[in-house]
């Protein structure tokens, strides 16, 4: 239990366009959601919280206007790099949380995305 | 300073020997430490959990141990394999000053595997 499926997998824009990437739980309801941003070689560093239902918490750092995040359902959640540009180029990577027993975070597959 | 430390930063070792990654945390108090393992350009998979009060759990090849005194946790990998070559992440989660559940992420080491 606790698939996380995150899509597409890989993406290549042209500079100036948006892109959304995708964040389901699979057989689990997530309340909150996680997106991240890894560098290579570097661990992953929070850009922000999803909350169903709600507005998202961005991190310190992080542009809202830039990296929308939409929590439509209990099972999905979306962020869209707007504009992007080169050095929006990296790998993207969301998580869930099932609640009840500490289930821990369980995380997508990572959404690498270059921009060209 | 990061409040999860690993170390080494990257190791290097040859198929079928033993090492050991180390993790250290200022982390207090915490609610679990989670070793997970991350291949290049996928997401990262959970190896072990532990509480406080758990020394030790094993997952097949993997043992870590955690000394909640000396806040130190180890990542033990026996008898490597070509396919443990990945990024192994020490996570400690806890609940902020707001109670809200929280992961702090470790620096990371970056394993490889030689034939």
């Known amino acids: 239990g606790a698939v996380v499926s995150q899509h597409p997998s890989r993406v290549i824009c042209k500079s100036g366009t948006s892109v959304k990437i995708e964040c389901r739980s699979l057989?689990?309801?997530?309340?909150?959601m996680f997106w991240y941003r890894q560098f290579p070689k570097q661990s992953l560093m929070l850009m922000a919280t999803s909350n169903e239902g709600s507005k998202a918490t961005y991190e310190q750092g992080v542009e809202k206007d830039k990296f929308l995040i939409n929590h439509a359902s209990l099972t999905l959640s979306t962020l869209t790099v707007t504009s992007a540009h080169p050095e929006d180029s990296s790998f993207y990577i969301c998580?869930?949380?099932?609640?009840?027993?500490?289930?821990?975070?369980?995380f997508g597959s990572g959404t690498r995305l270059t921009v060209v | 300073k990061n409040q999860v430390e690993q170390s080494p930063q990257s190791l290097i070792i040859l198929e079928g020997k033993n090492c050991t990654l180390q993790?250290?945390?200022?982390?207090?108090?915490?609610?679990?430490l989670r070793w997970y393992k991350q291949d290049t350009g996928r997401g990262p998979v959970s190896l072990t959990i532990?509480?406080?009060?758990?020394n030790t759990k094993s997952n097949g090849r993997y043992t870590a141990t955690l000394d909640a005194d000396t806040k130190q946790s180890s990542l033990h990998i026996t008898a490597s394999q070509l396919s443990d070559s990945a990024s192994y992440i020490c996570v400690v989660s806890a609940f902020d000053i707001s109670g809200t559940y929280k992961y702090i992420f470790g620096t990371g080491t970056r394993l490889k595997v030689l034939a």
């Open positions: 532990m509480t406080f009060s758990e």
């Open positions: 993790c250290n945390y200022t982390v207090s108090p915490f609610s679990n």
């Open positions: 057989d689990f309801q997530a309340t909150t």
């Open positions: 998580s869930a949380r099932r609640q009840g027993a500490d289930y821990g975070y369980t």
